[in-house]
């Protein structure tokens, strides 16, 4: 089996499926069949409530499997260095300084295991299922990810680091960023900074489902926050754009994927965006929804990538 884990902001997700060739000839019943599971993070986040969390679910998915994994791809969003060590993580600050690659080779001593940047690993996964090798990829959720795929090749390619589409800065008077700096587009249009806005025009809490009732039903608070996300996305993917000439974007994501009409509206404003003799690139919702990420993540346990 492969196995794929997406290590999100308030998440990980897990996905087994058969490795090319396998013969699963003795267990007629699952042959061909995924097997996926998930947990959420506990607050505050502390680092060996978080590993021995990751250690359990590990566990549990080997069992549910049955068979030993061939390969292991990790998406991750912290950042790390090159021996594997994270170097930042603002929403999981008790992460930095851990040896996570070596932590994973123990969780599987027996398989090689890859590690990636979830929004490079995304778009890959998406530029697979559309067929498409030249995109670029956005992904909303407790942060924004991103990727590009040229050529069906990662850019800027793992030995140079991972594409930080969520810390371009679309606003230099804007929300104050995680990161440190003001205006990035994660601050202006990740699902909680969405939120923080939404509350603010309200005067109110307001959750995720919340918001997302609000806006189905043209509430204009909700319209107002969303429309602010919406732009901030639009500016990063058409700059982006301007760079890299992709044949589509496409915007993913949890908190993207569960809004009926983000994706929309993003396209909407990125046209608007348009240059004379310069059509923006269609603005497409994920196939694999908010699931991209972890899709990659399979795709990285069959081998470094060289895609």
């Excluded at 498409?132 to 992904?139: A, I, N, P, S, T």
């Excluded at 348009?274 to 059509?279: C, D, I, K, M, V």
Aim: aromatic share 4%.
């Amino acid at each position: 089996m492969l196995l794929g884990i997406d290590i999100g902001g308030t998440k990980v997700a897990f996905r087994a499926e058969p490795a090319a060739g396998a013969d699963l000839a003795e267990d007629a019943q699952s042959r061909g069949k995924a097997v996926e599971s998930a947990f959420s993070w506990s607050a505050p986040g502390a680092l060996d409530a978080d590993l021995a969390a990751l250690r359990t679910h590990v566990e549990q998915i080997r069992v549910r499997t049955h068979r030993p994994f061939t390969g292991v791809g990790v998406a991750v969003p912290a950042t790390l260095d090159a021996r594997g060590r994270v170097t930042a993580w603002p929403t999981r600050p008790s992460w930095v300084g851990l040896d996570l690659a070596g932590v994973l080779r123990g969780l599987f001593p027996a398989a090689p295991v890859h590690c990636a940047d979830d929004g490079d690993l995304a778009a890959l996964a998406e530029a697979a299922a559309a067929g498409c090798e030249d995109l670029v990829y956005v992904g909303v959720g407790t942060g924004i990810g991103g990727g590009i795929v040229l050529g069906g090749r990662s850019v800027p390619g793992a030995r140079r680091g991972s594409c930080e589409l969520g810390h371009l800065i679309v606003n230099q008077d804007g929300a104050l960023c995680d990161c440190g700096r003001r205006g990035c587009v994660q601050a202006e249009a990740s699902g909680p900074a969405t939120l923080r806005r939404a509350a603010a025009e309200r005067g109110a809490a307001v959750g995720f489902e919340d918001l997302r009732a609000a806006y189905a039903d043209g509430t204009p608070w909700a319209l107002s926050a969303l429309a602010h996300s919406c732009a901030a996305l639009a500016a990063a993917l058409v700059g982006v754009a301007e760079l890299v000439r992709p044949a589509a974007t496409v915007v993913g994501g949890g908190f993207a994927a569960g809004i009926p009409g983000l994706v929309e509206e993003v396209a909407r404003r990125a046209g608007a965006l348009a240059r004379p003799g310069h059509p923006v690139a269609p603005v497409l919702p994920a196939r694999l929804g908010g699931r991209s990420s972890l899709h990659g993540a399979v795709l990285a346990a069959a081998g470094p990538l060289t895609r």
